[in-house]
């Protein structure tokens, strides 16, 4: 247990959480362009807890969601388990497009990640638990977005008052990120004419997590009032197609009554004008048949007229679905693509917060006076070959999907005995 003298200097946990602070953000700035360049531009390879998604134009049985084992493989129809840890989205795509023409000829495979296992930490940290993974995240990182120590500060300097409002920043930053991220999963099912399925990860370590759930669920109410008034308006569409069908069935039918009528009245002219050419009847019977048969042969016409704007009227109704259904997919195209900026827009964004956290963490380390050193250690559990293995690392090394990172605060013997019995 260690003991605070009322004419000591700031307690021991107070002094060590303050320096450790500043060391860790700081530390940040150290990293070399030339590494965090490198970081970047390696593609990213794929990790236990992954879920892949595989869409293979021409055949959407073999599309779909996969989770990628323990194991480090992948359960796909017709291959069964393919090996995908430590390979790119790339060498996927191209083992699983080979392995799949073997079987079935001319199909086109794409794979890309849908998302990332999570990252956990442990140890002497403020909020211990599960965090989003993203490429190119290093152990120093994930140990600032854990809270740094877990000991509270004893007071608030200028430094930490930029940094809460930075850490905010990062907060208000993420939550535009998630909630960008959401609305293009809404977008997507809208393109794709799919149920719209976004489950919130609730046990993540956020402190937005009643925000992110409200997103999701605003998105999922504008998903199901668009898709009602997609329906409604198809229905509406279809009644008047039926309607058009059954007017064009029952002018069908009248034409073909019309037409038998006309051949019989056009036999009844006939045998007339025989029987007027040997005398046998008078001229105006005939005269009366000509009528009639002139009478029915305008009356066909006009059916005839009615019969094609029916048909018209259907075609048009048809033309209006077909529209209907390409006008939203186009919609949704055109606002992914103005998503999809912004996303970029949003991840600089907070790449920039977290630059400006670090910078923050140097000036509080540059304004910090201490006689004592104290060495914060990590060290990561892995899975390597199907079995977690622990290692040593240090704060600029990258962090993989489903690690667990484990922060400890080495304290000197010297220290702790300074701070229970700290010098007159």
Not at 345 to 350: E, G, N
Request: with cysteine; aromatic share 6%; proline share 4%.
């Amino acid at each position: 247990m260690l003991i605070k003298q009322k004419n000591s200097r700031p307690g021991f946990a107070y002094r060590i959480n303050k320096l450790m602070t500043a060391c860790a953000f700081s530390s940040i700035l150290l990293l070399s362009p030339m590494a965090s360049a490198a970081w970047a531009d390696e593609p990213y390879k794929v990790a236990s807890g992954d879920v892949l998604l595989i869409t293979v134009y021409g055949d959407t049985g073999l599309s779909g969601t996969f989770p990628v084992s323990v194991e480090g493989t992948i359960g796909y129809p017709i291959l069964g388990n393919i090996p995908v840890a430590n390979q790119t989205i790339a060498e996927i795509s191209s083992t699983i497009s080979q392995k799949l023409l073997q079987h079935i000829p001319g199909l086109s495979v794409s794979v890309a990640m849908k998302e990332y296992a999570p990252v956990f930490v442990i140890g002497d940290v403020q909020k211990p638990g599960k965090y989003e993974f993203r490429p190119g995240m290093i152990a120093l990182e994930l140990f600032a977005l854990s809270g740094g120590l877990k000991e509270a500060l004893d007071k608030m300097d200028t430094a930490g008052t930029q940094l809460v409002t930075a850490r905010q920043d990062y907060s208000d930053t993420s939550l535009q990120l998630f909630a960008q991220d959401v609305r293009r999963a809404r977008l997507q099912a809208e393109l794709d004419e799919k149920p719209f399925e976004y489950v919130l990860d609730k046990e993540t370590i956020t402190d937005d997590l009643p925000a992110r759930q409200q997103v999701v669920d605003s998105e999922r109410r504008v998903f199901d009032l668009r898709l009602a008034a997609l329906h409604s308006e198809e229905k509406a569409l279809q009644d008047q197609k039926q309607n058009y069908r059954e007017e064009i069935d029952t002018l069908e039918k009248s034409t073909k009554l019309r037409n038998e009528e006309i051949s019989l009245l056009e036999q009844n002219v006939g045998s007339s004008e025989k029987l007027v050419s040997q005398g046998l009847t008078a001229q105006s019977t005939l005269r009366d048949s000509q009528r009639q048969l002139s009478a029915m042969r305008r009356d066909a016409l006009e059916f005839g007229s009615f019969l094609a704007r029916a048909r018209q009227n259907e075609n048009a109704i048809g033309q209006r679905l077909l529209a209907l259904n390409e006008q939203r997919a186009n919609d949704a195209a055109n606002q992914l693509r103005d998503i999809e900026l912004d996303l970029i827009r949003l991840r600089k964004r907070l790449a920039f917060i977290v630059q400006t956290m670090a910078e923050i963490g140097a000036t509080a380390q540059r304004a910090t006076t201490r006689d004592q050193s104290v060495r914060l250690t990590f060290s990561v559990a892995r899975i390597v070959n199907g079995e977690y293995q622990e290692s040593e690392l240090t704060e600029h090394d990258p962090i993989k999907a489903g690690d667990i990172l484990r922060a400890q605060l080495a304290v000197p013997k010297d220290v702790a005995a300074n701070s229970i019995n700290p010098p007159g």
